[in-house]
């Protein structure tokens, strides 16, 4: 076993890959059908890892439920098209949850999308998680929710949880959890928006190393 973990939960989204070219395709879209102005790609790429009602007030300015609402359809109906296949997997992610297995660690998924679509695209890069928690399944983050129920699913205490992620998002879902955290800079968060005593890692195959020390120490 590695360390103290018996269990490491990923994000999704810049964390083991990125969908962003679906998501800006989505908003784009949603914002077009709905009469509304375009804000540059780099104010969508803030949003990715918030809820569709979240990004839409945060793209707008606007908490018009019906608002929200409608774009979150929008949203989903462009979705059904394009976010599977323009999913990109990160170098190192199906050869993390392989490693992990051979450690005796469950690794698993906690994420605000969809759950067909990020089955279909967890499928297509070979990865099968332990514990998949999808926006159907829990109280997106950064609500703890999603942790606490794949640490219940996996009957696993959470001081001997992991969760890795790219954002404050998963910082304050992981902190609040009690469960452990370490983020990678592979997003749009800068390193020093973290918490100055949250752990960073570049990448995968950092945090692959970084594990391995850890087991060996």
Same mark, same amino acid.
């Given at each position: ?123 297509? =890069? +070979?990865?099968?998680?332990?514990? #998949? ?9 950064? !609500? %703890? @929710?999603?942790? &606490? ?27 609040? =959890? +009690?469960?452990?955290?370490?983020? #990678? ?9 973290? !918490? %100055? @005593?949250?752990? &960073? ?17």
């Amino acid at each position: 076993m590695t360390g103290r973990w018996s269990a490491v939960l990923f994000d999704f989204d810049y964390t083991l890959g990125d969908t962003e070219r679906g998501i800006v395709a989505c908003t784009r879209y949603a914002l077009e059908q709905m009469g509304l102005s375009q804000p540059l790609e780099g104010k969508i790429r803030r949003t990715i890892g918030m809820t569709l009602e979240r990004s839409f007030t945060t793209l707008t300015g606007s908490t018009n439920s019906a608002e929200q609402a409608e774009f979150s359809r929008l949203f989903n109906e462009k979705a059904e098209e394009v976010m599977v296949d323009s999913a990109v997997h990160y170098p190192g992610a199906r050869e993390m949850f392989d490693w992990l297995e051979t450690q005796g660690i469950a690794a698993g998924v906690v994420t605000n999308k969809n759950r067909p679509r990020i089955a279909a695209i967890l499928e297509q =890069a +070979g990865i099968s998680p332990a514990v #998949l928690v999808s926006a159907q399944d829990a109280v997106p983050k950064p !609500a %703890p @929710d999603g942790i &606490l129920l794949a640490a219940r699913s996996l009957y696993l205490p959470l001081e001997q949880m992991l969760y890795i992620g790219d954002s404050r998002i998963d910082e304050a879902a992981a902190r609040v =959890a +009690g469960c452990g955290f370490i983020a #990678l800079t592979t997003g749009a968060t800068l390193p020093e928006e973290f !918490a %100055p @005593d949250t752990e &960073l890692c570049e990448n995968l195959i950092a945090l692959r190393e970084r594990l391995e020390q850890e087991g060996r120490a």
